[in-house]
């Protein structure tokens, strides 16, 4: 069993930045994808950023391109989202997640039902 935790959730305010990161509390997950998701009050959870095993290929929810990046430090067995030109409509928890793949996989999934494990999630509010 994969344990996630994140860190790196705040009280911002808009245009402000943050940076996430995630790690498993005792395992390495070189061959894993890494996902974020993010739920807010009253809403569904959603997609916000993916990266490959390899940290080779990423891929965003269009309302955060540009101004969100995702990386993942296989070395330092760590997933960071670097949110850059935040909004309140950013505001939500926001889980990080981990799918085991195969090595050949080249695009990291999108779904959430894809993803074996998952974090508790941090708090990330931005004011106006």
């Known amino acids: 069993q994969v344990q996630l935790v994140e860190s790196g959730g705040g009280l911002v305010q808009a245009g402000d930045s943050l940076r996430l990161s995630c790690a498993p509390s005792r395992h390495t997950f070189t061959q894993y994808a890494m996902g974020w998701f993010r739920q807010a009050p009253g809403k569904e959870r959603e997609f916000v950023a993916a990266v490959t095993w390899n940290g080779a290929t990423t891929d965003y929810a269009d309302s955060v391109k540009g101004r969100f990046t995702v990386s993942k430090d296989n070395a330092q067995n760590t997933v960071y989202l670097q949110m850059n030109s935040l909004k309140p409509e950013d505001t939500a928890v926001y889980y990080c997640?981990?799918?085991?793949?195969?090595?050949?996989?080249?695009?990291?999934?999108?779904?959430?039902?894809?993803?074996?494990?998952w974090g508790q999630g941090t708090q990330v509010t931005v004011s106006l």
């Open positions: 997640a981990a799918e085991l793949v195969d090595v050949n996989t080249v695009v990291p999934s999108t779904k959430s039902s894809e993803y074996d494990y």
